[in-house]
């Protein structure tokens, strides 16, 4: 009989304006067997944002139905009342045998573990087939231009705040990532480090 493929969650951070999002998409263009986990929220869409791409929106309502029924395996809070939620079945489909990309800040992507509300040898499996990346732009000045050059009517001032306190937190995290990518070049550079990153990775032993 076939081996069985083990599905596998390959999660990517990077500060503000450090390409993550982009590098995401390309990446999951040029690996069709690679899905996006697309968060939940009841925040209203802003322009250009699609339902089931960029988020799946939700009613205030829904969103804490959904929450009530055990529906989402976590929840943040990221401004006053505005949510967003992660579904459980994301994390049931990995077992399954389904990888997927996942895209959150850097903090999460280190304790993902401790946030998510799955049973103990669930959790223990899903940690097993994870690969947490970084993704690093040697020079801030970069990530401002590129910053500049996407967000033309941006508050700069709050941008830089928020580059700021990202590029502390990923000093202090670095060493908890199993790969750091570098994206001072192309995306197809970065995109090309990640695709070895996931080909060469085994899975970690599940811990009981």
Known sequence: MPKTKKGKLIIITGASG????VIANELLKLKPNLKKIVTETNRPPRPGEIHGIDYHFRTTEEFHSLKESGYYAEINEYRPGEFKGT??????RILKGES???LVDQVRATDFHTKLNLDKKTLSEIKSRTTTILI??????????RYQDRELNANLEVFEERLKRDLEEQNQL??????????????QEAVSQI?????KRKNKKAVK
């Open 18 to 21: 450090s390409g993550k999002t």
């Open 87 to 92: 579904a459980t079945s994301h994390f049931e």
């Open 100 to 102: 997927f990309v996942w």
């Open 136 to 145: 690093k732009v040697s020079n801030p000045e970069t990530i401002k231009t």
């Open 174 to 187: 670095e060493s908890f990532f199993d790969h750091i990518v570098n994206n001072d070049g192309s995306i």
């Open 195 to 199: 695709k070895k990153a996931i080909s």
